[in-house]
């Protein structure tokens, strides 16, 4: 229905039916498994072969429950429990208590995400922006940022003229209350594009 709105309750903890196990070197970035009670999704991987003994896989992970970054490292014969996942493109709408709201440009519905997972994403969500959501089992459980969005500044104090030694910075809130640092001649209004894997700011718009 146009309009209608999708909050759905999930349990992490309960999606053993979901879990395919492979060896740990087929592991893919992107993937979602589940270790040692705790679930979560790949950010990077890194094999590395010492000069003696077996492989190692060294996997960071984003935990779906703490929304911290964590590294886990497998043996190359290790089994890992990968969950079956389902990606959406969504727009991001607006927020409340109850949570972020996306809309689904195809059929209109709303996807409602609690803010604790999303970590640090919220501070690059403005209305209008494009995400790719990741699902299990239906319900919505991390959200990927553009690797670069695009925010107004919203409060910067004045630069200080002859302040010029040493590349000075100063810092400078956007529409989303993230703090960035930025070059002196930067003033309220001016649009800048931010870094969003590390909150750096990468020039004016």
């Known amino acids: 229905m146009r309009g209608s709105s999708l ?10 039916q979901l879990f395919m196990a492979i060896v740990a070197t087929n592991l893919k970035r992107g993937q979602c498994i589940k270790h040692d009670g705790d679930t979560g999704l790949i950010l990077n991987l890194d094999h590395r072969t010492p000069g003696k003994g077996n492989a190692l896989i060294a996997a960071t992970i984003r935990s779906f429950q703490s929304g911290k970054t964590k590294s886990i490292r497998f043996a190359s014969s290790d089994k890992v429990d990968v969950i079956d996942t389902d990606r959406q493109k969504l727009e ?16 209109y519905d709303t996807i409602t995400i609690e803010s604790n997972l999303l970590a640090d994403s919220t501070d690059y969500l403005k209305e209008g922006l494009g995400v790719e959501v990741l699902f299990i089992e239906g319900s919505p459980v991390s ?17 200080l003229k002859g302040d010029t030694a040493n590349n000075p910075t ?18 309220i209004g001016d649009v800048l594009k931010v870094n969003t894997q590390d909150g750096s700011y990468l020039g004016r718009a």
Do not use: C, Q, W
Not at 143 to 159: F, K, M, Q, R, W
Not at 178 to 186: E, T
């Open 7 to 16: 909050h759905r309750n999930f349990n992490l903890n309960n999606v053993e």
């Open 92 to 107: 991001f709408s607006y927020s409340d208590p109850s949570g972020y709201h996306f809309m689904d440009l195809t059929t």
């Open 143 to 159: 959200v990927d940022l553009p690797a670069t969005v695009e925010l107004e500044v919203t409060e910067a104090s004045e630069g």
């Open 170 to 187: 100063k810092p400078a809130t956007l529409e989303t209350g993230k703090v960035v640092m930025v070059p002196l001649f930067i003033k």
